[in-house]
C-alpha cells in the first residue's frame, strides 16, 4: 500500500458527461501528480500541483482541469467526456517538487478506471 | 527528445532464468532513471532507480546497467519467479522536469 488513496474506483459514464476523480496523497507529501495510462499510449503526465499550485502541464487536455486543496488533497476534472477519455487515471505524490529533487519517488494510487460509454 | 523507447513489448521466461528489458532515450538533461513494477489493478511501485554517475546498481536479483554513451540503460531480474510475472515501465526525469516520462512497458510472465 503506497498511502496515496484515490476514489472511485471505478467509474462508468456516457459521452458529453463530466466525472471528478478524488486524490488524496500520502501523508506529508506536498507534491501530486496526475497520470493517464491508456493502452495505446502508455502512462501519460497530465498536471503536477505543489502546494496548492499548478507546477507543470504535460499533455492534459482543455477539457480537463485539476486543483489541490488547503488539506492537499486534489481532484482532476474531466468534461465534455468522449470515448478516447477511457483509461486508468493514476494520481502519484512526492515529499517535495521535482524541481529540485528529481530523485524523490512518486508513489502511485492504485488508480480509477474511467469508462466511457 | 522526451522520449524513453522500451523493449519488448511482452517477455516469456522461465523460473530461474534471467530478464532483460532495455531502455534507450534521446534527452541527455535525464539525470534519474527508475523502474516501475506494476500489477494488475495496482498503480506502479518503484522497483529501483539509478543515477547516470553509475554503470550499475543492484538491489537483490534485481541490477539496472547504464551506458551513458549510449543514452540506454536496462533491468536484469536474476532467478526470476513466478511472483515476478508484472509489467515493468521505465522511466527518466531530470531537475525541474517535474514529471516522470515513461517507456511503453514490458509485461514479463515468467513460467513456473
Partial sequence: DSGVTQTPKHLITATGQRVTLRCSPRSGDLSVYWYQQSLDQGLQFLIQYYNGEERAKGNILERFSAQQFPDLHSELNLSSLELGDSALYFCASSPRTGGGFSTDTQYFGPGTRLTVL | ?112
Fill in chain 2, 1 to 112: 527528445q522526451q522520449q524513453v523507447k522500451q523493449s519488448p513489448q511482452s517477455l516469456i521466461v522461465q523460473k530461474g532464468g534471467i530478464s532483460i528489458i532495455n531502455c534507450a532515450y534521446e534527452n541527455t538533461a535525464f539525470d534519474y532513471f527508475p523502474w516501475y513494477q506494476q500489477f494488475p489493478g495496482k498503480g506502479p511501485a518503484l522497483l529501483i532507480a539509478i543515477r547516470p554517475d553509475v554503470s550499475e546498481k543492484k538491489e537483490g536479483r534485481f541490477t539496472i546497467s547504464f551506458n551513458k554513451s549510449a543514452k540506454q540503460f536496462s533491468l536484469h531480474i536474476m532467478d526470476s519467479q513466478p511472483g515476478d510475472s508484472a509489467t515493468y515501465f521505465c522511466a527518466a526525469t531530470f531537475q525541474g522536469a517535474q514529471k516522470l516520462v515513461f517507456g511503453q512497458g514490458t509485461r514479463l510472465t515468467i513460467n513456473p
